[in-house]
C-alpha cells in the first residue's frame, strides 16, 4: 500500500456548476482540475470522476469509467460539497415529521414573524421543512416552588425544572407507527426546555428507533442552545439533510474497490472544520463549500501577509461572498438560509447580490446593479444565448476580458467564443436610456460615451460588493485600511484592485491556484470536533471553579474524540470559549480568552470578562459596567492538526517577464495599452507594472493604473494598490456618483440599525425591527434611510430640523440629543429620536446628521 507519503491525497470542492479537484501525487508535486458538476451523459458523480482522471493521467493505467476505483493509492479524501446546500434551496429533502410538546405544534410555523423585507406588502411565508406534526405528551417547567409542585430536579444549566407530566411513551407508539406506515422514516424531535432537560427527548428517540426510523434528530443533541424556535429548526433541517447526505455518501463509496474503508475520507463543515464520513450531518453542512475558500486564504494569505487581518473576497457569476480572518475563524451561532434559520456555529460568510453575471439596470436616474443575475443560461449576452446586459459584458466592453482567453463553449451549439459585439449591443441600449434621462431631466447634463456608461456601472457594482465588507470591518469597529484583500473566485480578479482602494487597503494577494482555492482550502484543513452545553451562571468569582469544570470536561470530550480519529495528543490543540451577556438582554457573544491569560480574578482558563468588555466596546462603543454578565453556552473546540505540508514554491526568474500581447482596456480618462501576461509564465521576482492583465486558466487578473503586481517566492500574485487621484465633487447631475453615495449612505444606515438592533433590550426593536435609521443634510433635510419601518421617516425629518433651528449654533462636536416633543414631528407618543451631529475638522457647524428613531 505505501505510506501516505506514496500515495494520493485529493481535496475536492463539489460545487453547483463545478467541481474543482487539488491533489497532492507521490512525490509531493501538485495536480488540479476542474469538470461540470452534473454530466450524467459522461459520469455519475464529478468527485468520483475527478479521481479517476487523475489516477489514470499519473500512474499511466486505464481506469474504466463505473468499474470501482482501486484505493490501495489513495490515502485521504476531503470533500466540500453543495449536496445540502442544494437540497434546502430546492427543498429536495426527507420527509420528516416533527414531534413536539404538546400544545405547541404550530410553533415553527409561526415562527418569529420576522419579515425579511419590510417594504415588501406581500411577504410570503417560509415553507416548513415537516410534513407531518405529532405531539407529545409531556411537560416540563422551570421550577416556581409553587404549592403541589413535586420535588425539583436540576438541570445541565443548574436551573431547578419540574417534571409536571412524564412522557406518555405508550400513546406516542401508535402514533410513529401511524407515521411508518406512511412512508415517513425520519423524525425530528423539539421537546420544551430539552435544552437542559435531555431525558424525555432520549426516550422518545429510543422509542423512535426501537421501531424501525431510519434518522432521528433531537434537538438536545443537535444543538442544546436556549430558544425553541431556532433549536426546532436546526433539528428539522438536520432531519431534513442528514438522509440526504448520507445517501449522497453511499453513493459515493460505491464507486471505490472496499466502499473507501481503508482510505481516510473528510468532509467539510460550515465552521470550517472537518469531520469523518459518518459523522457529517445536515445542520453543519449548509456552508460546506464556501468554508473551504475560508480557510484556503487563512492558511495561506495570513501566513503570507505576515500575520495582517484579511478580508476574503470570492467573487462568482451570481454573487460575492465575503468574510475576515485575523488569527482565529469568526463564527456566528445563529443564521437563516433559505427561509430557515439555523442554530449552528458557521462562519460568519456575507453575501451579495453581485457578481459577473448580475444584471445591469438604469431606474429613476440611478445606475443599478443585480439582484437579479443572468445565471448560467442564458448568461451575459457575450454568451450568445439572448441574455440581459451584465457586469461580464460591461468588463467586456471596456476590454478587461479577452475572448481568445475563454473556450469556445457559447452560442446555441456550445461551440464559439464569447462575442463582444453583442455585449455592445445590449450594453448601447441601457446607454440610449442613460443619455435620454441625462438630455431631459431636471438638470441637463454631457452625454456619456458607452465605455463611460460601462464603467459607472463597473463603479457601482464595486461599490456594492464594499458593502458587506463594510459591515464585516467598519460595523465591528475594525478599520478595513488595516486588512489585506485575499481575492478568489472566476471573476474577483477583475475587481480586486478597484475594491481595495474604495476601502483604502494598499495590499491585494491573489493565490497562485485562486480558482480552486476553496478546494486547497479542504486540503489544508484541520480535523474538528466541538463540544457545547448550555449554561446559566453568573461570571463571577464564586462561579469560576464551575466554569473551569464544565470546560475541562469539555476539552477530555474533544480530545477523547480526536484520539479515536487517530491523532496523538501532541496534534491536537484546544481553544475554550464561554457564551456572555449583559444581564437584561439578549445580545451574547461567544469570546475566547486567547488574548487574555488567566488572572487572580478569572478562570484557569482565561480572563474571559476582559475579553468580553474589550470585544463589547469594539463592537459597539460602549459598556455597561453596572450590569452582572451571565454565561449562556460553554463551549470547546478541539483541532486535530492534520493539512498538508506544500512545499511547492515559484522559479526564480532572472529575465524580464515575458508580454503575450498589448491590448486597449478602458480606465478612466480613455483607452490605455494594456500588456497581457500569462500566469504560467511569470516566476518569482518578476515585477508588473499597472495597467496589465494576468490571464491563466481560470480567471484574468487586473492590474489598475497607479497599481503594481509581483510574484512573491510561494508563486502567488501582491499587488501594491496605489492612492485613487483626488477628484472634485460638484452640483452638476452625476447619475454614476449619485448612484455610489447613495450606496455608501445606504450602508452607514444598515449599520446603524444593525448596531441598535443587536444592542438593544427591547423586543419591539430586537424582534419587530420596531425602529428607523438615517442620514440628514447640514440643513435636516432627509439624505438617506435604510429599510426600516417607513412610518417614523417623514416626522424624523421635522425632528431633525425642529432640534437645528432651536439648537443648532448650539451643538458641539461630542453633542448627542434624545428627543421625544410632541411638536417637534412625532409618529406617536412614545417615540423615542436619538440625533447625532458629525463635526468635519475646521468646520463650526455639523456638515450632516445621523438619527436613529
Not at 474543482?20 to 482540475?33: E, M, N, S, T, Y
Request: aromatic share 6%; glycine share 10%.
Amino acid at each position: 500500500m505505501g505510506s501516505p507519503e506514496e500515495r494520493f491525497h485529493f481535496a475536492i470542492d463539489r460545487g453547483g456548476t463545478f467541481t474543482d479537484v487539488f491533489a497532492q501525487c507521490p512525490g509531493g508535486h501538485v495536480r488540479v482540475l476542474k469538470l461540470l458538476s452534473e454530466d450524467p451523459a459522461n459520469y455519475a458523480d464529478a468527485p468520483t470522476e475527478g479521481i479517476r482522471r487523475i489516477l489514470e493521467q499519473e500512474r499511466g493505467v486505464l481506469l474504466p469509467r463505473g468499474r470501482p476505483l482501486d484505493t490501495s493509492h489513495i490515502a485521504s479524501i476531503r470533500m466540500g460539497t453543495t449536496v445540502a446546500t442544494n437540497a434546502l434551496l430546492e427543498r429536495q429533502g426527507e420527509r420528516v415529521a416533527l414531534l413536539v410538546t404538546r400544545g405547541f405544534r404550530d410553533l415553527l410555523h409561526i415562527g418569529t414573524q420576522a419579515r425579511p423585507d419590510l417594504f415588501d406588502l406581500a411577504v410570503p411565508m417560509p415553507e416548513v421543512l415537516y410534513e407531518e406534526v405529532v405531539e407529545v405528551d409531556e411537560r416540563v417547567l422551570l421550577y416556581r416552588g409553587e404549592p403541589g409542585a413535586g420535588s425539583p430536579v436540576k438541570g445541565c444549566t443548574g436551573d431547578l425544572l419540574e417534571i409536571q407530566q412524564p412522557v406518555d411513551l405508550a400513546a406516542l407508539r401508535g402514533k410513529l407507527e401511524g407515521l411508518l406506515t406512511r412512508g415517513i422514516h425520519s423524525l425530528a424531535v423539539v421537546l420544551m426546555h430539552s435544552y437542559t432537560w435531555a431525558q424525555h427527548e432520549q426516550q422518545v428517540g429510543a422509542l423512535a428507533r426501537e421501531l424501525g426510523f431510519t434518522h432521528v434528530s433531537l434537538s438536545s443533541e443537535v444543538m442544546p442552545m436556549v430558544r425553541i424556535v431556532p433549536r426546532g429548526h436546526t433539528a428539522c433541517a438536520d432531519a431534513y439533510l442528514t438522509p440526504t447526505i448520507q445517501r449522497y455518501v453511499q453513493g459515493f463509496r460505491r464507486g471505490f474497490q472496499g466502499q473507501l474503508k481503508n482510505v481516510q475520507v473528510l468532509f467539510m463543515r460550515s465552521d470550517g472544520g472537518l469531520a469523518p464520513m459518518d459523522a457529517f450531518s445536515g445542520s453543519r453542512a449548509v456552508l460546506s463549500g464556501p468554508a473551504g475558500g475560508v480557510v484556503g486564504y487563512s492558511t495561506t494569505t495570513y501566513q503570507l501577509e505576515g500575520g495582517q487581518p484579511v478580508i476574503g473576497f470570492d467573487m462568482g457569476g451570481t454573487s460575492t461572498d465575503v468574510s475576515r480572518y485575523a488569527g482565529e475563524f469568526e463564527h456566528v451561532f445563529e443564521a437563516s438560509t433559505a427561509g430557515v434559520t439555523l442554530q449552528a456555529p458557521q462562519l460568519d460568510i456575507n453575501t451579495v447580490a453581485a457578481g459577473g453575471g448580475s444584471r445591469l439596470f438604469f431606474r429613476s436616474g440611478l445606475f443599478v446593479v443585480g439582484p437579479e443575475s443572468a445565471g448560467a443560461h442564458p448568461g451575459p449576452a457575450c454568451y450568445r444565448k439572448g441574455g440581459p446586459v451584465t457586469v461580464t459584458d460591461a468588463n467586456l466592453v471596456l476590454g478587461r476580458l479577452l475572448p481568445a482567453s475563454f473556450p469556445c463553449i457559447f452560442g446555441p451549439g456550445e461551440d464559439q467564443p464569447l462575442s463582444p459585439e453583442a455585449s455592445r449591443k445590449a450594453l448601447e441600449a441601457v446607454a440610449m436610456e442613460v443619455n435620454s434621462f441625462l438630455a431631459s431631466g431636471p438638470c441637463p447634463a454631457s452625454q456619456l460615451s458607452l465605455e463611460e456608461v460601462a464603467m459607472g456601472f463597473v463603479r457601482v457594482a464595486n461599490e456594492a460588493m464594499c458593502r458587506p465588507i463594510r459591515a464585516l470591518t467598519q460595523a465591528r469597529g475594525h478599520d478595513p485600511s488595516a486588512h489585506v484583500l485575499a481575492c478568489f473566485g472566476g471573476a474577483g480578479g477583475q475587481h480586486a484592485c478597484a475594491i481595495a482602494r474604495a476601502l483604502g487597503m494598499d495590499t491585494v494577494h491573489i493565490h497562485r491556484h485562486s480558482g480552486l482555492l476553496s478546494a486547497l482550502g479542504l486540503a489544508l484543513a484541520d480535523v474538528v470536533h466541538e463540544a457545547q452545553e448550555p449554561c446559566s451562571l453568573s461570571y463571577t468569582p464564586e462561579t469560576f471553579a464551575q466554569l473551569d469544570q464544565r470546560l475541562s470536561r469539555l476539552e477530555e470530550q474533544c480530545v477523547d474524540a480526536l484520539q479515536a480519529q487517530g491523532f496523538s495528543r501532541s496534534q491536537i490543540s484546544t481553544e475554550s470559549f464561554l457564551h456572555l451577556r449583559y444581564q437584561g438582554t439578549d445580545c451574547a457573544l461567544m469570546v475566547s480568552a486567547n488574548q487574555h491569560p488567566a488572572t487572580a480574578c478569572s478562570p484557569r482558563a482565561g480572563d474571559f470578562g476582559a475579553a468580553f468588555v474589550e470585544r463589547y466596546m469594539r463592537e459597539f462603543g460602549f459598556i455597561i459596567p453596572e450590569r452582572s454578565v451571565v454565561v449562556d453556552d460553554v463551549r470547546v473546540r478541539g483541532t486535530g492538526r492534520s493539512g498538508l505540508q506544500l512545499e511547492e514554491t515559484s522559479k526564480i526568474q532572472s529575465g524580464p517577464p515575458h508580454v503575450e500581447k498589448v491590448t486597449q482596456c478602458y480606465f478612466e480618462g480613455g483607452y490605455q495599452e494594456t500588456p497581457v501576461y500569462l500566469l504560467g509564465e511569470l516566476g518569482y521576482g518578476h515585477q508588473l507594472q499597472g495597467p496589465c492583465l494576468i490571464i491563466d486558466n481560470n480567471s484574468t487578473i487586473l492590474v489598475e493604473p497607479g497599481c503594481q503586481a509581483e510574484v512573491i517566492e510561494a508563486g502567488d500574485i501582491r499587488i501594491s494598490v496605489g492612492a485613487e487621484a483626488p477628484s472634485m465633487i460638484d452640483t452638476k447631475l452625476d447619475p454614476i456618483k449619485l448612484s455610489i453615495f447613495s450606496h455608501r449612505f445606504m450602508s452607514i444606515a444598515e449599520q446603524m440599525g444593525r448596531i441598535l438592533q443587536r444592542t438593544a433590550i427591547s423586543t419591539n426593536i430586537k424582534e419587530r425591527l420596531d425602529f428607523s435609521c438615517a442620514l440628514f443634510g447640514p440643513d435636516g433635510g432627509l439624505v438617506s434611510n435604510a429599510p426600516h419601518i417607513p412610518v417614523h421617516l417623514g416626522a424624523m425629518q421635522e425632528t431633525v430640523q425642529f432640534q437645528i433651528q432651536h439648537l443648532g449654533a448650539d451643538l458641539h462636536p461630542g453633542d448627542v440629543l434624545l428627543s421625544n416633543h410632541p411638536s417637534a414631528g412625532g409618529s406617536h407618543l412614545p417615540d423615542l429620536t436619538v440625533i447625532t451631529p458629525v463635526f468635519w475638522p475646521g468646520q463650526s457647524r455639523p456638515v450632516f446628521y445621523v438619527a436613529s428613531r
